[in-house]
């Protein structure tokens, strides 16, 4: 069991670092083979920024523990919503006064409607709704370059100034982080079934906790060094892109890859888990009410509950 433990973090940190390279790497391509930065933000870094969670959903589902896969998906953006959030605000309150934030909150709650749909109705993200999520992100990136487009100042845009470099080091970069990513989710994958075999518990509950904190630790860090900055206004609409992403894009990879199914125990915690996450967020959001840093707290032992009541089987 210390074995796969440790090689689970192993393959976290090689996630992170090669999603890391890999974005600097296309970006810096694009940016040398003069692409519109505009474009290079919505695909390459808003792509690449979810290159962890989208490599270990495929690699999971392809090697049949679509657990993994779904606990994956599920566990980040609560992680996303009660941590990533939570815990910055608990060192400087989190503004939710961003100019178009709400459009972006109501995508959001549609993603997370469409994927409780699918769980409560079928099932299963078979071929058919895998495609119509992937659908999804195409009309969101197409919509979100249409606003920006526009100088409406869209606050899921990122400044992409800061992957800039020479041809032939983003190229190396390129190459690290295509070899590092599948290296990392084959590490994950194999290691977290396995560590869910020897503890008996379904693949799920790996996927909600070590590997949706894992896969999450890159939004942790911009959100927390944003607030450290006190820019933290920025990271909310970061957090929300990071969600609809997870579902429309990982989501959808995860159907037309291999047709995950649901567990039981997911419709029944999981999914209200995601939800719920969904609805707070939402909250601060379309009432735009800063995160306080007692908000914060709340929200971190709002987590911290999550993670006790998957551990002590709650729902399951």
Partial sequence: MALEIGLIVIGIALLLVAGDLLVRGAAGLAIALRVPILLVSLTIVAFGTSAPELFVTVQAV???????????????NVANVLLILGLPAVIYPISAHVPGLARHGAIMLVATAAFA???????????????????????????????????????????????????????????????????????????????????????????????????????????????????SDVA????????????????GAAGVAGQPQFDPASLRFDIPAMIFAALVVSWFIFLKRDISRLAGVLMCLLYAAFIVCIALKIGQ
Avoid: Q
């Avoid at 970061?238 to 579902?247: D, E, P, Q």
């Fill in 62 to 76: 392809l090697s049949g523990n679509a657990g993994l896969a779904l606990g994956n998906i599920m566990g980040s």
């Fill in 117 to 231: 749909i699918l769980a409560y109705t079928r099932g299963v993200i078979d071929m058919r709704a895998g495609a119509g999520l992937l659908a999804g992100i195409v009309l969101y990136i197409s919509y979100t370059g249409w606003r920006a487009a526009r100088g409406s100042g869209e606050p899921v845009v990122e400044d992409v100034a800061e992957y800039a470099s020479r041809s032939g080091r983003a190229a190396i970069f390129l190459i690290a982080g295509l070899v590092g990513l599948p290296v990392g989710a084959h590490l994950l994958v194999t290691n977290g079934a396995a560590l869910a075999a020897d503890l008996g518990v379904r693949e799920e509950v790996i996927g909600l906790t070590l590997i949706a904190f894992g896969t999450s630790l890159p939004e942790l860090a911009t959100v927390a060094a944003a607030a450290l900055h006190k820019k």
């Fill in 236 to 251: 909310l609409g970061g957090v929300v892109g990071s969600n609809i992403f997870n579902i429309f894009a990982v989501g």
